[in-house]
């Protein structure tokens, strides 16, 4: 039920959410939001693939 949810959320963000890696974000320059969203599809990714 868990893993389901979170690949259902990895869905919804891959099409929701902007892909930073596709527009070359320096992440040493990247805003305090920018970071927040790479760390939320990164967490949710990790339980999706677990």
Sequence with gaps: MKKQ???FLAKTNKVLLPSFTKRGLNLAKA?????VL???RYYVTARALD
């Design 38 to 40: 790479i760390g939320w």
């Design 5 to 7: 949810f979170f690949k």
């Design 31 to 35: 805003s305090k939001w920018q970071l």
